[in-house]
Nanobody, 127 residues
């Protein structure tokens, strides 16, 4: 049984920073790509960033490119999302997801390709 537990959300002023963490248990963590997605009220869940199973490849949505950074520590079974220069439009519930396929290449940014999700962590950016 895979479990993903996010932490690190909160309230921050525009221009500030937050670091999200997602600790995984269950399947061999180092075999699966990980992604961060977000969902604002009344909107669909959208891709934010993804990282390959080895950590060698990363992908970002255009809206966060240059401001957010995804990384992983396979020994700690944890994926991180460093968010800098936050904007009010970044306000959402952030979810980490684990790819359903082992060692997929290339990394997928499609929400339906992720079959395990955390409970989500709220990020609120005030103007």
């Amino acid at each position: 049984q895979v479990q993903l537990v996010e932490s690190g959300g909160g309230l921050v002023q525009a221009g500030g920073s937050l670091r999200l963490s997602c600790e995984a248990s269950g399947r061999t963590f180092s075999n699966y790509a990980m992604g961060w997605f977000r969902q604002a009220p009344g909107k669909e869940r959208e891709f934010v960033a993804a990282i390959s199973w080895s950590g060698s490849s990363t992908y970002y949505a255009d809206s966060v490119e240059g401001r957010f950074s995804i990384s992983r520590d396979n020994e700690k079974r944890t994926v991180y999302l460093q968010m800098n220069s936050l904007k009010p439009e970044d306000t959402a519930v952030y979810y980490c997801g684990q790819d359903r396929s082992i060692r997929r290449r290339p990394v997928t940014t499609t929400v339906t390709d992720y079959n395990y999700w955390g409970q989500g962590t709220q990020v609120t950016v005030s103007s």
